[in-house]
């Protein structure tokens, strides 16, 4: 009677070797991984077979990836997986579903990763989307990995971040005794530079105010200092004539990009005082 061929006797030594190579970790959130690459060592090969067996008949687990070990991803880990990754290794089966190279899960499961592959690169939380994408709970701002980033900045203020610039470069035109344009921005006998800009009209240009909330393009002072008032005034039907010069005036002008462009991000965020 001939001898059963290997397979079987190569599955059950298989799993006795594939079960001293787990290393559980701590328990984090979803990882970026490969599907079929049970071990998690950045290859798919047979070694992950082997340790897909181990999970599932040597108590070898947990898996590191169960998502890596789902290989045919029905949202489970049971014997259809290997068979799945030695049909595809050895018998010219189907290649795994996606992810297959450091990818999120695309389908919903209950399987997770307690640790990503070390091959694959560290998920990184984007600060904007709504989504704990490095697994670590906290999303977006709430996590301290978004501290610096421009989307979690607080809004810009008038008072914390606009008014030392117009105090520094505008208020000795802007202020007593001159007043240039009859503009007083000065903190003097109680006036408040807050409200003498907000939605007040330009005298150089009537159509403008000197500073709409949330459209710096519609705000004459953003159009003074980025010297775009002159077409700003033929567009809205004032004689550029009566546009003036971009400020701060003559020696004093410009301010810095980043300044002009601080001021703008403070009008459309709300010019908030
Ligand atoms: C050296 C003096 C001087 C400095 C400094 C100066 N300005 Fe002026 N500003 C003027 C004069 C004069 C006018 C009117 C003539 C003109 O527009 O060229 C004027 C006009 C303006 C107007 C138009 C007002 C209106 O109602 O239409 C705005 C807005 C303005 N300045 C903002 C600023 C800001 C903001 C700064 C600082 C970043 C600044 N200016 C710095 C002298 C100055």
Redesign the pocket.
């Known amino acids: 009677m001939p001898r059963n061929p290997l397979p079987l006797t190569t599955l059950v030594i298989l799993i006795l070797i594939g079960s001293m190579w787990v290393s559980p970790e701590t328990a984090r959130g979803q990882m970026l991984f490969s599907r079929g690459d049970c071990n998690t060592d950045g290859v798919r090969n047979i070694a992950d077979v082997v340790h897909g067996l181990g999970i599932l008949f040597s108590g070898a687990g947990p898996a590191n990836c169960a998502d890596a070990c789902d290989v045919n991803d029905d949202g489970g880990n049971d014997i259809s997986d290997p068979i799945y990754m030695l049909g595809n290794l050895f018998s010219g089966g189907p290649n795994p579903p996606l992810p297959d190279d450091c990818g999120p899960d695309p389908t919903a499961d209950t399987l997770d990763c307690l640790s990503g592959p070390a091959s694959c690169p560290p998920p990184v939380e984007d600060c904007s989307n709504g989504v704990d994408d490095d697994g670590d709970l906290d999303v977006d701002c709430a996590d301290s990995d978004c501290q610096g980033d421009p989307a979690c900045a607080p809004p810009a203020s008038f008072v914390v971040d606009i008014y030392p ?2 105090s520094d ?2 208020v ?3 202020g007593p005794p001159s007043n ?2 009859n ?1 007083d921005l000065s903190l003097e006998a109680g006036n408040d530079p807050y409200a003498r800009l907000i939605n007040v009209p ?4 009537s159509s403008y105010v ?1 500073v709409e909330p949330d459209v710096a393009g519609s705000s ?2 953003w159009r ?2 980025s010297g775009t008032h002159v077409e700003a005034a033929v567009g809205a039907g004032c004689d550029p004539a009566d546009a ?2 971009q ?4 020696p ?1 002008c410009c ?1 810095e990009q980043e300044t002009i462009d601080l001021f703008e991000q403070w009008i459309n965020e709300g010019a908030n005082p």
């Open positions: 610039i117009i470069q505008c000795f035109c802007h240039f344009a503009l330009s005298i150089e240009c000197l004459w002072l003074k200092i003036g010069t400020m701060p005036l003559g004093f301010l």
